[in-house]
């Protein structure tokens, strides 16, 4: 198992509502010293985690996080304000009342623009795909790829399950080839991180694949 394989495609995560900042730096040092990724936090923390990493680490946000049901404005302004505050990768979740109504072409509009307002950035679609059939799970691979999108993302981790093999199986399916997926949610050990990329995998979403490395552990 490539352990530096599987950390050089983990954004280091925590997105919890209490989070401090002494918790952010710890999370920013640690995805440094371990060469991930990205440090994936709350956006409140962006324009100063950007300053204390200093380029040496890509920093992510989640905008319409984690319920997804944010004013398509509302999500452009926050990918506006991530972007501008210097995150390079922002993770968006989609309106899942949209996807149960049908409204596709509303989903993929609102991609549109908020990959419109990451300009440069990686963006990153968030599907949530525990709250959804297999038959939306591949529209929506369609409409993330049509949209321009970096990467479909399993899930925020919030919501009723996170990645399983299966739906990753799935994605790398019906996801165009220009479009990477984005395994997060309830992942916790390396030996699943190295499933989750052998299924197609492209980027892991985690804070416990660093935790097990800092303390030895890499079962």
């Known amino acids: 198992m490539n352990i530096k394989g ?23 040092d640690d995805a440094m010293s371990f060469k991930c990724a990205s440090a ?43 972007v501008e505050n210097g995150a390079s ?24 623009m908020v990959r419109r307002a990451v300009q ?14 297999e038959k939306e799970i591949i529209r929506l691979c369609k409409i993330v790829t049509d949209s321009g999108a970096d990467f479909i993302k399993t899930s925020t981790g919030f919501a ?6 299966d739906v990753v199986s799935l994605m790398k399916e019906h996801v165009g080839e220009n479009v990477g997926i984005k395994a997060s949610g309830g992942i916790s050990s390396f030996a699943d991180a190295a499933k989750f990329m052998e299924l197609g995998a492209t980027r892991l979403g985690t804070s416990r694949l660093v935790k097990r490395a800092k303390a030895g552990d890499f079962s």
């Open 160 to 165: 009723s399950g996170g990645a399983t093999f």
């Open 89 to 112: 990768e922002v993770d968006m979740v989609i309106n899942l009342g949209w996807v149960k109504d049908g409204l596709f072409d509303c989903v993929e509009e609102e991609i549109s």
């Open 120 to 133: 440069d950035g990686v963006l990153k679609v968030i599907i949530e795909s525990s709250e959804l059939t």
């Open 6 to 28: 599987i950390l050089a495609i983990t954004d280091h995560t925590l997105l919890r509502p209490t989070s401090t900042w002494d918790e952010i730096t710890e999370i920013l």
């Open 40 to 82: 994936c936090i709350p956006a409140s923390f962006v324009e100063e985690a950007v300053y204390h990493v200093d380029k040496k680490l890509a920093i992510c946000t989640v905008i319409g996080f984690p319920n997804g049901y944010d004013t398509t404005e509302a999500k452009v302004f926050m990918a506006e304000d991530a």
